[in-house]
């Protein structure tokens, strides 16, 4: 159920406590795993959030508040990007299999390399 994590926030937080929730939530789903996920409709249990006083922020994550440090930390060595998220190059007829793989859990992010250059660097 997609709204399993959301409900157990609400369980697990004190009352007058926040909530933020910067995933994502799509406005529909046609492969869904239940009727209202196919129209983007989340089983909440809001009762328990509004009885226990709960603060809800939505949202993307706000990426352009970040974007000047942490391009300015990449061009100066400071954070080595690729290594932090385990980012792989793979040719363009491996990516099919990175797809699957990235969907099961793996602790990688694949990159599409499909003439080899990136990998040549590396």
């Keep these: 159920m997609p709204a399993t994590v959301l409900n157990s ?9 926040a909530i933020g929730i910067p995933g994502l939530y799509v406005t529909g789903d046609p492969g869904g795993v239940d009727e209202a996920a196919k129209v983007g409709s989340l089983s909440l249990r809001l009762g328990l959030g509004w009885a226990k006083s709960h603060s809800f922020v939505t949202g ?6 970040y974007n000047r440090n942490l391009m300015m930390a990449i061009l100066h060595d400071r954070v080595q990007i690729a290594k932090n998220v385990n980012a792989t190059a793979i040719p363009l007829d491996q990516a099919p299999q990175g797809y699957q793989d990235f969907d099961s ?13 990136v990998r040549s660097k590396g």
Excluded: F, S, W
Excluded at 105 to 117: F, Q, S
């Design 9 to 17: 926030l609400m369980e697990i937080t004190r009352a007058g406590g």
């Design 60 to 65: 993307q994550c706000p990426v352009m508040k």
């Design 105 to 117: 859990g793996a602790a990688k992010k694949y990159v599409l390399d499909p003439h080899g250059m």
